[in-house]
């Protein structure tokens, strides 16, 4: 009897010295960040530990260093908080964002990807936005209907100038759902994919030669 109560110290022992997951992202050690930006608003940083920066510049928001109310750099086992008035579950494998109302409604759910990709859940209501413009229209463009519901389609996030249609394609990674979410994919730059019905994926851009990326006359029309 004596021995198998130490055997149990034991295994209590070592349950207690298991180590959290570090947080990886691109194949390098990462930190998680949430920082409350407004009633009913956060925002979500996950960069490699090499990146200096406290958050990456971006002239669409506004230079403010709020401290954050979680940082990680390893994640073993779901963690749960109450911040800006949501309530917020991360959990690992993939490290995932799962944000609610306080009264357990889903709002929306981040899974990150080892690819660098983000895939959240898409509903049976419109979303809005990415930007002014549309597809690219036919010959007879003034009869196609303008693209206010942006699923169905895999959105390259690539600026056009067309003057004899909708106008200059502007893009912009921002996503509303009509059901009572929004996503804002502020850096880096990458495509939006709502092409299956049930899940929409952001995909950052592949990095090249900035010669290479640069758009020029030629590929204007390419859509």
């Given at each position: 009897?004596?021995?198998?109560?130490?055997?149990?110290?034991?295994?209590?022992?070592?349950?207690?010295?298991?180590?959290?997951?570090?947080?990886?992202?691109?194949?390098?050690?990462?930190?998680?960040?949430?920082?409350?930006?407004?009633?009913?608003?956060?925002?979500?940083?996950?960069?490699?530990?090499?990146?200096?920066?406290?958050?990456?510049s971006n002239p669409a928001l506004l230079?403010?260093?709020?401290?954050?109310?979680?940082?990680?750099?390893?994640?073993?086992?779901?963690?749960?908080?109450?911040?800006?008035?949501?309530?917020?579950?991360?959990?690992?494998?993939?490290?995932?964002?799962?944000?609610?109302?306080?009264?357990?409604?889903?709002?929306?759910?981040?899974?990150?990807?080892?690819?660098?990709?983000?895939?959240?859940?898409?509903?049976?209501?419109?979303?809005?936005?990415?930007?002014?413009?549309?597809?690219?229209?036919?010959?007879?463009?003034?009869?196609?209907?303008?693209?206010?519901?942006?699923?169905?389609?895999?959105?390259?996030?690539?600026?056009?100038?067309?003057?004899?249609?909708?106008?200059?394609?502007?893009?912009?990674?921002?996503?509303?759902?009509?059901?009572?979410?929004?996503?804002?994919?502020?850096?880096?730059?990458?495509?939006?994919?709502?092409?299956?019905?049930?899940?929409?994926?952001?995909?950052?851009?592949?990095?090249?030669?900035?010669?290479?990326?640069?758009?020029?006359?030629?590929?204007?029309?390419?859509?």
């Open positions: 009897m004596k021995s198998a109560l130490c055997r149990i110290a034991a295994l209590v022992a070592l349950a207690h010295a298991v180590h959290a997951a570090p947080l990886v992202t691109a194949g390098k050690p990462a930190e998680f960040s949430i920082r409350v930006v407004g009633d009913g608003a956060l925002r979500v940083t996950l960069k490699p530990l090499d990146f200096k920066a406290d958050l990456s230079d403010r260093t709020d401290a954050p109310v979680l940082r990680l750099q390893e994640l073993n086992e779901p963690k749960e908080i109450t911040a800006g008035g949501l309530s917020i579950s991360i959990k690992p494998d993939p490290l995932t964002l799962r944000v609610s109302s306080t009264e357990g409604t889903l709002i929306q759910e981040l899974s990150f990807q080892n690819d660098g990709g983000i895939t959240f859940p898409l509903d049976d209501q419109p979303v809005l936005g990415l930007g002014e413009g549309g597809p690219m229209p036919g010959k007879d463009w003034r009869h196609d209907p303008v693209q206010f519901d942006r699923r169905g389609r895999l959105d390259t996030m690539e600026p056009h100038w067309q003057s004899d249609a909708y106008g200059s394609r502007n893009p912009v990674a921002l996503l509303v759902g009509t059901r009572g979410w929004g996503l804002w994919f502020a850096t880096p730059w990458g495509k939006i994919d709502l092409s299956k019905p049930e899940t929409g994926k952001f995909i950052p851009i592949e990095a090249k030669d900035p010669k290479a990326m640069r758009q020029t006359f030629g590929n204007q029309q390419l859509q």
